[in-house]
Each structure stands twice: as C-alpha cells, then as structure tokens.
C-alpha cells in the first residue's frame, strides 16, 4: 500500500510509464532475471573446467597436528589437493583482512572458528571433489574455546590469536568517542536516569545466492580472469594484486548478475583465493561454489554487539545525553570492512535524531572462536546497532517518565533549523526536517486510534502492542580525506559516452546486487541529459570496462557514484551546448537548455536536440573552434560528506496469549531520502528492509554451544521470513534533499533494514509492559516471549 504525503492512500501510480529521467519505471534489467536468463558466476562454464571443495574444521578451536592427504590425492577424478602447509611455502597461507589484521586462507598452526578452511581438493566435477574431501584425514589436537565475548577478556581465556607476535589476550582493539567528562557532568545533574543491558545477537545476510568464484590464469599472456561475487571488483582486484604481486592490468575481476549481496559480498573469503591457487596449479578454470551451510557457519555475520545504554533526562522529558558501552564479538579474524578510521563503524551515530548536550561511546572488540565478519546484513557500517541502541533507550525513557514515545521523540529532535547539525560525536547530518516524517507516519497509522483500540483489547485480555523508532542514517561514504579501505579512498569514477545516433553508455565501478542500479543509472543520466533510459546502458561489475571506485555498501551507490552519473552528464552537457552554439550559430550565453534540446533564447524554432548533437559530435564538417570530437566525459566524484536520510516507523503487534507467537500486524514506514529517483525502486528497497527487520527481530539468529559448535547451519535452524511472516507493508515518503548531492539524492538501501527492528522489539516490548516487562533481546522467537511473559530470563 502507497501512501503519498498526507497521508492518503493512492491508487498505484502507473508502472509502466516511460519518466525520461526520474521516476516510477519498470527495471530494465528484470525481463532477464524472471526469464530465468541472469547470468550468475555459478551460471559460467568454461572448457576444461574444474572444481574446488573446502574441507572445513569441525572443531571451533584446535591444533592442527597433521593432515594427509595421501588418499584424496588417489582418487581417480582429482586433480589437486592443497594444504595449508603447501601454501605457507608460497607464502599464501595468510591474507590481509579488510581491516588490517590477517586471516588464514587454509589453518597451518590451528583452526579457530568451527568451518575454518583447513585443506582444499580440485576435481573433474563436484561430486568427486566433494567426495575426496572425506578422504582427507586431519588430526586435530581440541583446545578449550572461547565462545562468551563476556569471558573473553578473562585472564586464564585461551589466546585464540597466538599467531600474532606477543598476543597474550584475546583484545582486538578500544574504541572511544564523545567526551566522557561532559556527559558525566550532565548525568550527575539530571533528574531521570535510566540503563539498559541490550543485545544485538549475531545474525547472518543469508543471501539466495552463496558466494562463489571461478578463477581463469591464462599462462600465455599471464593474465587472470576472476568472476566472483563481490560488490566492490575494484577494491578485490587491487589487494589481489598487492597479495599475489601481479599487476592490475594482468587481474579481470568480473562480478557478474549477484544474487543478493547485503554486505556478505563485501571481504575477501579465502575460498576466492583458493580459487586463484587452483587455477594457477593447474593451468585451467576453477570454480568454487558454497553452499548453504559453508555460507552460514563460514562467512560474513552481522552485529554480534553486546551494549549497556544510559540515557538522561529532565522529568519533563527533555534528553540530555546518551552513553553506552559496547563489548564487540569480531570473530576469530577482524575482517570488519569499514574505514580505516572507523573501527566500529558508523556506530558514532548512536545520539540518533535528538538535540544532545553530551554523548560517550566506548567500545571494547575481542577475539572469540567464531566466524569472522562483523559489518554486513544492510548494516551501514553499524549504524543498525547504533539506531538500536538508541531508540530502545529511548523507548525505556518513555516508561519511566511514563510518557508516549511518539511524543517524547518529537520533544526532543534536531529542529530543521539546526541543519547542519553537528552532533555530539562530531557526525555533520546534512539536512533534515523530522517532525513532518513523524507526523505522517502517526497519520498512516492512525496512531491515536490504535492506542484507542489497544486499551479496548487489553481489558479484553488480549495482547497488543505498538512500537515506534525513528532514525537518521549516515550514508555515502567517502569523503576521500576521512574514508578509505586498506588506503584505497573512498571516491568513485564514472565515464559517459555517448553514440552517433544519441544513444548512450555510462560506465559505474559500483556493482548492484539486486538494487536496480541499470535501471536507476540510466534515469540519473536521462534526467540530465534528456536521452530516454531505455537508450542508456549501465556497464558495471567488470574491472576491464569500468573506471575505479570503491564498490557497493554502506548505501553508497546513489551518493557517491550516482552524483558522479549526474555531474559526468553535466558535463557532457556543458560539451553539447559548444557544439549545440555552432550548430545554431548563436553565442554559448545564448542557448537554454530544455531537457534534451538547446534552444536559442527568444525563437522557440531554433534548436537542436542531444541526439543532433551527437551526429554533429561525431559527424562530417566542422566543429566550433577548440572543440573536439566525440561526445563524452569522464569524472572521480569525490563527496564532500555522508547523506543522511531518516525515517519514522510504527509496528503494530499482536501477541498470542496461548503460544506467545508475535505476529506483526502493520508496520508503517515512512521514509525520506531526498530526491527519489525510482519510487518504485525505492518501495521495494524499503519492503526488502522491513522484512530483514522482521527477521532479526522475531526470528534470526547465528547462535553456538558452549564447545563453539554453530547451531544455525542451514535455513531450518536459521530462521528468514517470508511472505507469511510480513503484513502488507504500509510505506510513505517526505523529501528533504540532500544540500550538497548535486541531485539532493540521499542513499535508501539499507534504511528499513536499520530503522525497523526497533520499531518491532518497541511494539512487542509495549505489548508486555502489563507483564511488567521494559526490554527482552532479539529475536523474540515464542520460547523467548513465552519466558518473558513468566518473569524468567531469556533462553539461549
Ligand atoms: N534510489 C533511488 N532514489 C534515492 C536513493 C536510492 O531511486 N534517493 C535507488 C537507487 O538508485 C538504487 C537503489 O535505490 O537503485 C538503492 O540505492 P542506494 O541507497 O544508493 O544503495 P546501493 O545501491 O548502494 O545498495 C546497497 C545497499 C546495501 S549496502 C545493502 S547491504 C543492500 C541494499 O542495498 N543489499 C541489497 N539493498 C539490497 N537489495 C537487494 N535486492 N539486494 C541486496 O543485496
Ligand atoms: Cu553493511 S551491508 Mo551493505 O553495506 O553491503
């Protein structure tokens, strides 16, 4: 259901409209994925091909005494079998993590995570290499493990890291930020002061697609071709170059049709690089495909953040500072991918959307014998946790003050004219306008009403609740000078070309994987140009055919690389309008543009469109003087700062008196990412992130026994929503531009991912509150409701 401003429900816009630039629009790249026809890395078949099988630890922390491999290597459809002792002589057996420690491709000395790469197997086909998997015998010598961050720390935890010269604890690193001074002067005179012990528990992106490879080294020209499924090629290619010590123009990293990425398609996993391997040794392609279980227990979780928030304020409700202290679980590897100077991410943004008078962070990340990741599953570097955190808090505020959260929020935001707003962790929010997006998400859901019906139900005996967040995002990174990944910084590149007959290619170094960037790229350079986007084609996701940039995460497409689309195709405008005076022989200052056509000021007869242009461009005959040929352009958008969007949500639950099971009504979202490309695009971003919400919220969790055995190895134990599980999502939309976007675009990818899970545990929280209930962690599976609803402790 589409609300728009005010509140009012429309008809659905027509979707099969042809907007020349912004607007509701069909994705050009979906006639392909509903005909089945993507093409994804599991999709290629090369001649001669060969396949790759991971042998994993079973243990979470062991010593690798021996591994034979004598058996495997029999095996009539073998081809090669490799150690971790095998790649230490080509010293290959550690790489670079995203954030500057390393991590081992295939264990030498121990294996610290159960699923850890300990061996791999090549083979004629999959079923052979998977088969001589289980002829390899590895003897491993247990360890006790460290599994409770809690513990890890503790004086007598087994060093989990001793392959690190001088480890002799399990600390990864401090983080701080805020003034601590400040913010305890201001709790020491506040009238109200309320603590919370919250979790976000571990949870995995679990995308449809797992992550794969195929690797090609052509040892005639010496050049290696890797389609994998990341979203950042460029970033990939450049450290495969520096770890492996080829040149960049001798590595093709290709990312083709991506089947889901939620940041799992972010770091570099070592089967990649053992793709690499195989194909070097072998001379021919490689492919390496998980599957479900290797993708849940080996690669990228998300939070894992264990978080006691304070907040302080007047009795009238007026909030004065937010604290907290943060216990993070990196994993046996810290394979974060975020910022060089942004170790726990964007969580800096934890003071929310409200007008502070100090705020404190510290953070403590340790090691545990878990799978590494840390930033993934629509996190936005962090920014999940930190809007978690905030907006429960604020939630336990309204309790105790006994106030409505809808009202205490609205008290206390960040008023349009504060923007920009620097906050009290030095975060600059660009623009905002917050009241307007609350008001209308109170006004879809009828908010009073439901109070209304809430106190009806409950004298009924009935359980209902309603829950209310409200977010602000910082999306978009860089800038260059504060953003980078293992120095590489964070700006975007873009070419523009177009054709004789007017019809046009853009070329992105970011890479969609599922997002819709062919369509919505088309329409940035439609909007500026007048070309029609069905004329525009978006060529991404090839090193060979792309100009550098960072990649896809943390929302930044449209931020970063879609300003770039925007400003390349000024800039082929700016060309076009010399062209355009020559054609119409009239002075530059004389010529308006309309969209698609230079016209001469004052005689609507004279002019000329784009696609004249463009045969002029490359045509017969002369050029103005100084003028070259050809039509096009090409750019590095460096952003001079994030984008922050912000959202209100209102979740409407019932819970089962009999069973504790929470369904989840209603949920409106209404969002405000400045300028909207494509609506279309953009509900479905919003009801994608909602049903991520809905997961974490009731549902997900990557949980482990005591001997650090992962027990959510496949979908059955890894609970993910469906279309049962949702209602049908109500959403709306403000639009308070971006200042400093060139379109006033703000990121949307990841919001609803971020701003609902609050929203959700607030409502069921709100439905409790007659148990006496002010917080129960996520996901509120029925066994955890049902133990809240009896005063006892959350289950595992
Ligand atoms: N858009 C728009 N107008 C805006 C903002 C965005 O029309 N003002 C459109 C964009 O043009 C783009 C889409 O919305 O087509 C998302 O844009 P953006 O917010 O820039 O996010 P990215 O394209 O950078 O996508 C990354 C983001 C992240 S980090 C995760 S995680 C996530 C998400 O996108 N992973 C996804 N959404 C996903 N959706 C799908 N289908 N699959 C994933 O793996
Ligand atoms: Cu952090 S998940 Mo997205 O940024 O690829």
Redesign the pocket.
């Known amino acids: 259901t589409t609300y728009a401003a005010g509140g009012h429900r429309t008809a659905f816009v027509d979707n099969d409209t042809k907007p020349n630039g912004h607007g509701r629009m069909l994705r050009k790249e979906d006639p392909r994925f509903v005909r089945g026809r993507g093409r994804y890395v599991d999709d290629l078949q090369l001649p001669g091909m060969l396949h790759l099988a991971i042998l994993r630890s079973p243990f979470a922390h062991a010593r690798v005494v021996s591994v034979d491999t004598t058996l495997a290597e029999a095996h009539p459809k073998v081809r090669l079998v490799v150690t971790g002792a095998m790649l230490a002589e080509k010293g290959l057996a550690w790489m670079p993590t995203l954030s500057n420690d390393v991590q081992a491709v295939l264990a030498t000395d121990k294996v610290r995570f159960q699923g850890q790469e300990v061996a791999f197997v090549v083979a004629e086909d999959r079923y052979a290499a998977r088969d001589a998997l289980e002829l390899i015998d590895v003897e491993y010598e247990p360890l006790d493990p460290v599994i409770d961050v809690r513990t890890a720390l503790s004086p007598d935890a087994p060093v989990i890291r001793d392959d690190l010269e001088g480890k002799a604890d399990n600390h990864v690193f401090d983080w701080e930020t805020g003034d601590a001074a400040a913010t305890e002067a201001v709790f020491a005179r506040a009238d109200v002061v309320v603590s919370q012990d919250i979790v976000y528990p571990r949870v995995h992106p679990a995308?449809m697609e797992t992550c794969g490879a195929v690797a090609d080294f052509d040892a005639v020209d010496g050049k290696l071709t890797l389609w994998s499924t990341t979203q950042a090629p460029h970033a990939h290619r450049t450290l495969y170059a520096i770890v492996a010590g080829l040149p960049e123009h001798k590595i093709r990293v290709v990312s083709p049709d991506i089947g889901?990425?939620?940041?799992n398609k972010v770091p570099i996993y070592p089967g990649y690089v053992c793709a690499i391997v195989g194909s070097l040794l072998t001379g021919k392609p490689v492919k390496w495909m998980e599957d479900r279980a290797e993708n849940l227990i080996s690669t990228g979780f998300a939070r894992d953040y264990v978080m006691r928030g304070e907040i302080a304020a007047t009795r009238d409700g007026r909030i004065l500072a937010v604290r907290t202290h943060v216990l993070a679980d990196h994993g046996a590897f810290n394979g974060v991918a975020a910022p060089v100077k942004y170790p726990a991410g964007f969580f800096g943004v934890f003071t929310g959307s409200y007008d502070l008078e100090a705020a404190y962070c510290e953070m403590t990340a340790v090691y545990t014998n878990k799978a590494p990741g840390g930033v993934a599953?629509?996190?936005s570097f962090r920014i999940t946790e930190a809007v978690y955190l905030v907006e429960r808090i604020v939630d336990c505020l309204a309790r105790e003050l006994d106030m409505d959260p809808v009202e205490l929020r609205m008290r206390n935001f960040i008023r349009p004219e504060q923007f920009p707003y620097r906050t009290r962790t030095g975060w600059v929010y660009d623009s905002g306008n917050y009241a307007p997006t609350m008001e209308l998400a109170k006004e879809i859901a009828g908010y009073d009403a439901l109070r209304a019906e809430q106190k009806e139900r409950r004298a009924r005996g009935e359980i209902m609740g309603v829950g209310v967040s409200f977010f602000t995002e910082a999306?978009g990174a860089g800038p260059r000078k504060d953003m980078d990944i293992l120095g590489l910084g964070m700006a975007d590149g873009c070419e523009l070309r177009v054709h004789p007959t007017g019809k046009a290619v853009v070329r992105l170094s970011?890479q969609?994987?599922?997002?819709?960037?062919e369509?919505?790229?088309a329409q940035i350079v439609a909007e500026e140009l007048g070309i029609p986007p069905q004329d525009i084609e978006v060529v991404h996701g090839d090193t060979d055919q792309t100009p550098f940039g960072l990649g896809?995460?943390?929302?930044?497409?449209?931020?970063v690389s879609?300003a770039a689309a925007a400003l390349v195709a000024r800039k082929v405008r700016d060309k076009a309008r010399l062209i355009a005076s020559g054609m119409l022989e009239v002075s530059v200052a004389d010529l308006e543009w309309e969209k698609g056509a230079f016209r001469v000021a004052g005689d609507p007869d004279a002019s000329v469109t784009i696609q004249d242009i463009a045969m002029k461009a490359h045509g017969a005959g002369d050029l103005p003087e100084g003028v070259e040929g050809g039509l096009e352009a090409q750019i590095c958008y460096n952003p001079e700062n994030l984008t922050y969007p912000h959202g209100a949500y209102i979740c409407v639950v019932d819970i089962d008196p009999g069973t504790a099971k929470v369904t989840v009504r209603r949920f409106v979202a209404v969002d405000d990412?400045?300028?909207?490309?494509?609506p279309m695009?953009?509900e479905g971003?919003v009801h994608?992130g909602l049903t991520d919400g809905v997961g974490m919220a009731l549902m997900e969790m990557i949980a482990f026994d005591e001997d650090g055995n992962c027990l959510s190895g496949s979908l059955m134990d890894y609970l993910i929503p469906t279309a049962l599980e949702v209602p049908d999502w109500e959403t709306g939309f403000t639009v308070t531009p971006s200042p400093h976007h060139p379109i006033g675009?703000?990121?949307?990818?990841?919001s609803a991912t971020v701003g609902s899970p609050p929203a959700i545990v607030n409502a069921v929280v709100d439905a409790l509150s007659p148990f006496g209930i002010r917080h129960a962690d996520m996901p509120l599976t029925p066994s955890r409701v049902w133990e809240a609803m009896r005063g006892r402790p959350t289950p595992p």
């Open positions: 995308p889901g990425g939620f940041g599953y629509a996190c999306v970011v969609t994987q599922g997002q819709g960037h369509t919505t790229f896809t995460y943390g929302s930044r497409s449209t931020p879609g990412c400045g300028t909207r490309i494509n695009i953009i971003q994608g675009a703000k990121g949307v990818g990841e």
